[in-house]
């Protein structure tokens, strides 16, 4: 798999400083574990946390802060040794453990034109959606007046900008206005989040818009 559409240095520090709503965490998330290099450089803005941390200056804890902390881990049931992770499904773990399982157990709802979508729970700052747009079929044109970060999963889709495969990962703001159209060959299944309704341009979809919190 050749990942050619990668997250931002600014959205890897964001996440690493634990800044984003949930839903972009777990795009993040998601892309990190089908993507090497972005999670090199992740790691990297950990170690510039760590140093941080490192060089602060302390703050001294009650006196018996140690011995409860290590009568507390006495008590810890021995963990099972960890199961093996199946890699036959599309999800990656990140999203496996939010869905409860792979693409078998979500949950779509139509929402025109044969795209299918279905939102997942996070908190309110940001919306995360899985989205399913048949081989062939258009998103309709739509601005944004936010951020949405769109990660491929199966499938492909082209807009205006280039063509987008597994892995890769669409970064648009307020200055991409796009109609997203999954390739012929494969269903397109795409996780989404946002932090602002879109701009639609069609009346259908702006009508359809509250309905769908899209
Ligand atoms: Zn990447």
Known sequence: MTIRHHLSDQLLMAYAAGQLPEAFSLVVAAHLSLCDDCRAQADSFDA?????????GEIAMGEDALARTLARIEWLPRAAAPKPRRAAGIFPAPLVD????????VRWRRVGGGVRQAILPTDRDATARLLYIPAGTAV???????????????????????????GDVE????AL????????????????????????RGLIPRLAQPLFRI
Do not use: K, N, W
């Not at 510039?48 to 602060?56: F, K, P, T």
């Not at 939010?98 to 157990?105: F, H, S, T």
């Not at 970064?171 to 307020?174: G, N, R, S, Y």
């Open 48 to 56: 510039v946390g760590g140093a941080v941390l490192e060089e602060a």
């Open 98 to 105: 939010y869905v409860g399982g792979d693409l078998p157990a």
């Open 140 to 166: 309709p044109d739509h601005g944004h007046r936010g951020l949405e970060l769109t990660l491929v999963l199966q499938g492909a889709f082209a807009d205006e900008t280039d063509r987008f495969s597994r």
């Open 171 to 174: 970064i648009a703001d307020e």
């Open 177 to 200: 206005e796009h109609t997203p159209v999954a390739l012929a060959g494969q269903d397109c299944i795409c996780l989404a989040a946002t932090d602002a309704p879109l701009r639609f």
